[in-house]
Nanobody, 122 residues
């Protein structure tokens, strides 16, 4: 089970941190990713991290502004989002896949959270 939190309404240039609690045996030896979706479009890869090694990956559009981390003791993956702009608006989903392999394709993730809304607007 994956449960996201931390979404909300912020102004351009502000920051926001999303959290994903991973439970139910999906955390060990896995990779966890963040995707986002806007109405009428498919889910877009944002960032991912391997659970044991902590190796991160980011989409080019967020590479210099977002940071992903994990806390193995708390079974939590966090996405720190800085310098947000309106293009970052969307529903953000946490996803997990078996194996310590980074992936940006939604088809490679077996487990998904319900999503949390992020709105960047002045």
């Amino acid at each position: 089970q994956l449960v996201e939190s931390g979404g909300g309404l912020v102004q351009p240039g502000e920051s926001l941190t999303l959290s994903c609690v991973v439970s139910g045996g999906t955390s060990s030896g896995h990779a966890v990713g963040w995707f986002r979706q806007v109405p009428g479009k498919g889910r877009e890869f944002v960032s991912a991290i391997t659970w044991i090694g902590g190796v991160p990956a980011h989409a080019n559009s967020v590479r210099d502004r977002f940071a992903i981390s994990r806390d193995n003791a708390k079974n939590t993956v966090s996405l720190q989002m800085n310098d947000l702009n309106p293009d970052d608006t969307g529903v953000y989903y946490c996803a997990a896949r078996h194996g310590e392999v980074l992936a940006s394709d939604i088809r490679q993730y077996e487990y998904w959270g319900q999503g949390t809304q992020v709105t960047v607007s002045s």
